[in-house]
């Protein structure tokens, strides 16, 4: 597919920019420019355009207003030592995205369109990569229902758009491993609803137990699963890892109610790969207390695009807390982080091919 370029009539100076990516902290600064695409029912996907970063105009009868038809991926460009920028595992989240959109009765995007969308993107905008340590440049594919109509029946019309925004440190609590609140009282998804699919309702669900574990002085919140309310799931925005004494590792199971998180792919693979026993299956909030209070549990980390691999320190919930280990970061956290952003940075040597150089 051709991208048309549409010229930026004010680009952002550049001592402005400058001053934006010295410290950008996650999700608040974006970029000059953003790729549109549209599609619409028997005439396919068209009028490819990266341009200006600008407002939408939308109709106030547009479909997903009013029945949330909106799917996202999240992914970063990272600098190499060479100076290059690299995509880690963006077929991955191609992928992922139409596995979204199956389940949200919306278009496929030719797995190829969605990846060089994100390539061109990155090259048009690669001076707002961040200049703080640890920076990188998030980029954020989406695609939302356009048509103007009231009815519920799947949307004839669709935008798909790709943003970036300069990225640095998600958490800001500055310890050294988070801290988890349990929700008792709200679950994130249930049997077959759209726990597996990467759309803001599912996010939308999250906001009110993320506020109240944030108001009790966490960083995240734990959801349990929606049936017997006992199984851990996964957190608002991440997949859990829990580290046994004997170097066994489990992983809730993809039961269709989590997210299939590419990292948490990734750190899979690294397990197997460093001759430990992966065990995908259930595991209750009470084996996670306690296992952690008999000494069992020696580490439990948290994935994700934004964090990357994130020790968990403390969790807490209505019936009481409970401290992992030492209460920081575990030595197998460490080294899977280490060797998982030095493959995203070009720092450690990828066998998998995950990085591609834009």
Same mark, same amino acid.
């Given at each position: 597919?051709?991208?048309?370029?549409?010229?930026?009539?004010?680009?952002?100076?550049?001592?402005?920019?400058?001053?934006?990516?010295?410290?950008?902290?996650?999700?608040?600064?974006?970029?000059?420019?953003?790729?549109?695409?549209?599609?619409?029912?028997?005439?396919?996907?068209?009028?490819?355009?990266?341009?200006?970063?600008?407002?939408?105009?939308?109709?106030?009868?547009?479909?997903?207003?009013?029945?949330?038809?909106?799917?996202?991926?999240?992914?970063?460009?990272?600098?190499?030592?060479?100076?290059?920028?690299?995509?880690?595992?963006?077929?991955?989240?191609?992928?992922?995205?139409?596995?979204?959109?199956?389940?949200?009765?919306?278009?496929?995007?030719?797995?190829?369109?969605?990846?060089?969308?994100?390539?061109?993107?990155?090259?048009?905008?690669?001076?707002?990569?961040?200049?703080?340590?640890?920076?990188?440049?998030?980029?954020?594919?989406?695609?939302?229902?356009?048509?103007?109509?009231?009815?519920?029946?799947?949307?004839?019309?669709?935008?798909?758009?790709?943003?970036?925004?300069?990225?640095?440190?998600?958490?800001?609590?500055?310890?050294?491993?988070?801290?988890?609140?349990?929700?008792?009282?709200?679950?994130?998804?249930?049997?077959?609803?759209?726990?597996?699919?990467?759309?803001?309702?599912?996010?939308?669900?999250?906001?009110?137990?993320?506020?109240?574990?944030?108001?009790?002085?966490?960083?995240?919140?734990?959801?349990?699963?929606?049936?017997?309310?006992?199984?851990?799931?996964?957190?608002?925005?991440?997949?859990?890892?829990? +580290?046994?004494?004997? /170097?066994? *590792?489990?992983? $809730?199971?993809?039961?269709? =109610? #989590?997210?299939? %998180?590419?990292?948490?792919?990734?750190?899979?693979?690294?397990?197997?790969?460093?001759?430990?026993?992966?065990?995908?299956?259930?595991?209750?909030?009470?084996?996670?207390?306690?296992?952690?209070?008999?000494?069992?549990?020696?580490?439990?980390?948290?994935?994700?695009?934004?964090?990357? +691999?994130?020790?968990? /320190?403390? *969790?807490?919930? $209505?019936?009481?807390?409970? =401290? #992992?280990?030492? %209460?920081?970061?575990?030595?197998?956290?460490?080294?899977?982080?280490?060797?998982?952003?030095?493959?995203?940075?070009?720092?450690?040597?990828?066998?998998?091919?995950?990085?591609?150089?834009?």
């Amino acid at each position: 597919m051709e991208f048309t370029q549409r010229p930026h009539p004010s680009p952002t100076p550049a001592n402005l920019r400058e001053q934006a990516i010295a410290d950008p902290g996650f999700g608040t600064v974006f970029t000059d420019h953003m790729v549109s695409i549209d599609y619409e029912e028997g005439r396919g996907w068209h009028n490819a355009v990266i341009g200006p970063r600008e407002p939408i105009a939308l109709d106030p009868a547009t479909s997903v207003l009013h029945y949330a038809q909106e799917i996202f991926e999240g992914l970063k460009a990272y600098q190499h030592p060479d100076g290059n920028l690299g995509l880690f595992r963006p077929e991955a989240n191609a992928q992922r995205f139409n596995a979204s959109a199956d389940r949200m009765a919306m278009p496929h995007l030719p797995e190829d369109v969605f990846v060089e969308s994100v390539r061109e993107l990155v090259r048009k905008d690669a001076d707002w990569f961040p200049t703080v340590e640890g920076g990188s440049l998030y980029l954020r594919p989406f695609m939302f229902a356009s048509e103007a109509f009231l009815g519920v029946r799947p949307a004839k019309k669709y935008k798909y758009l790709v943003i970036a925004s300069p990225a640095g440190n998600y958490f800001k609590s500055g310890v050294p491993a988070v801290s988890i609140w349990v929700s008792r009282d709200y679950v994130r998804a249930a049997p077959g609803g759209t726990g597996a699919a990467k759309t803001g309702g599912n996010y939308a669900a999250s906001l009110v137990p993320q506020a109240e574990a944030i108001a009790k002085g966490h960083d995240q919140v734990v959801f349990l699963d929606a049936v017997e309310r006992k199984w851990i799931e996964e957190l608002g925005g991440m997949n859990l890892f829990f +580290v046994m004494d004997d /170097g066994t *590792v489990i992983t $809730p199971p993809l039961t269709g =109610t #989590i997210l299939p %998180g590419i990292t948490r792919n990734s750190l899979i693979q690294l397990l197997k790969e460093q001759g430990l026993t992966i065990r995908e299956e259930r595991y209750s909030i009470d084996q996670w207390r306690a296992d952690a209070e008999s000494g069992k549990l020696v580490e439990t980390m948290a994935c994700g695009t934004a964090a990357v +691999v994130t020790p968990v /320190g403390k *969790v807490e919930g $209505p019936d009481g807390a409970f =401290t #992992i280990g030492s %209460g920081g970061p575990g030595q197998l956290t460490q080294k899977l982080r280490e060797t998982l952003v030095g493959i995203q940075r070009g720092t450690v040597p990828d066998p998998h091919g995950w990085v591609s150089t834009i």
